[in-house]
């Protein structure tokens, strides 16, 4: 049962802001402090990503776990651990949370189909204890897509033959 009036639900829910949350900016914290340059909720792109980064042709999502139905199962759509769907007007929330994940998906293979990486940050990634191996893990993500793209697929190496690979021996006193 809800506490709360229906006029004082509606303030709370108005509240919620979709751009500059807190788990946004720790990203954008994150990433700007380890050398990464990116712009803000493009709107030339499908879905609107949170940060956009054009050297990586990547595209970075940042969700809470609630809206966007974090471990929440497509089909039965019980709660999960990190999203508790309320009682209240429970058909309501399903069906929101629903669509919500259908659209995530349908954004992403379109930006997939334009060329684009998707990186999908979720809110609990960025409590406390997590926040530096999520950042970094990004960060690692980033630069390997950067060396598939451009750095190893430009240089050539030659072929080694048999004898190259075998071990030398070790000098005798």
Known sequence: ????????????????????????????????SRGFRYRLNSPKLPGHPDLVLRKYRTCIFINGCFWHGHLVDSSTMESSACCKIPTANHDFWVAKIRRNKERDKEEQRKLAEMG??????????????????????????????????????????????????????????
């Open 116 to 173: 684009w990486h998707c990186i999908t940050v979720w809110e609990c990634e960025l409590k406390s204890n997590q926040r530096e191996q999520t950042l970094d893990s990004i960060a690692f993500t980033l630069n390997h897509i950067w060396l598939q793209d451009h750095g190893a697929k430009n240089k050539s190496y030659p072929k080694l033959e048999e004898e190259d690979m075998q071990m030398p021996m070790a000098a005798e006193e």
């Open 1 to 32: 049962m809800d506490n709360l009036t229906e006029e004082q639900r509606h303030k709370n829910m108005a509240a919620i802001r979709g751009k500059d949350t807190k788990p946004e900016m720790i990203v954008r914290k994150g990433l700007w």
